[in-house]
């Protein structure tokens, strides 16, 4: 070996510190090792801490995850893609003919199939209903005429003098003061004898009932 004089420090031969390393190996696991199992600076030997060794230390034991964080702001929305392309056009579709008969209509498609529609037929007439229950006669209204009465029968040559009987049985005329005609007015006649004077000179007799009778000239 040889002495610094200047830093006091001992320098080994590069051969002299080959051996030492070599010596060390040996000695720290009472064999030498594989050279796969060594690591620069110390290895286990045989299960046990090498107490020179100055490897890496072991991994320890995996810590207890931290609690997740809150999530952060939504991101904007991205822009709209852009428009694809248009498609192609579809087939144009075929209408159908319709012909028409005297019997109704024929349908034709291009695609061969065919319908016939046929006129409707007139449907069977109905039946008659029955005849409803004739209505009963009303009653005659009391003020209604309902006979003309000319005493003593159709005289020839004249406008004859008649009566007009109502509903109620009564008889009415037109009765005046005199054969002249002296204020007349419509009149209902009392049971009495009369004559008309329409010139023909009828008697008569008009009764309680309003019956007529001896009627002559």
């Known amino acids: 070996m040889v002495k610094d004089l200047m830093g006091g420090f001992v320098i080994f031969s590069l051969m002299t510190v080959l051996a030492i390393l070599v010596t060390g190996l040996v000695t ?9 199992q060594c690591i620069e600076g110390g290895t286990k030997c045989h299960g046990k801490e090498n107490p020179d060794d100055r490897s890496l230390p072991e991994k320890g034991d995996q810590g207890i995850p931290g609690a997740v964080g809150s999530a952060g702001p939504s991101g904007r929305d991205g822009s709209t893609g852009e428009r694809g392309a248009t498609g192609d056009q579809g087939i144009q579709g075929q209408g159908c003919t319709v012909t028409g008969s005297s019997s109704g209509a024929t349908v034709t ?3 061969g199939t065919t319908t ?11 039946s ?7 209505g009963q006669d009303g009653a005659d209204a009391p003020l209604a005429i309902t006979e003309i009465v000319d005493v003593c029968g159709d005289a020839p040559n004249i406008q004859d003098e008649v009566l007009l009987r109502l509903g109620n049985g ?3 005329v037109l009765f005046a003061d005199n054969s002249n005609g002296k204020n007349p007015r419509l009149s209902v006649l009392s049971a009495g004898n009369y004559i008309t004077s329409d010139g023909s000179n009828c008697f008569f007799t008009v009764t309680s009932t309003n019956q007529i009778t001896n009627e002559h000239y």
């Open 28 to 36: 720290s696991c009472g064999k030498e090792l594989p050279t796969d």
């Open 109 to 111: 498609c291009p695609d």
């Open 116 to 126: 016939v529609i046929n006129n409707g037929s007139n449907g069977t007439n109905g």
């Open 128 to 134: 008659n209903g029955s005849n409803g229950q004739d």
């Open 170 to 172: 009564k008889l009415i």
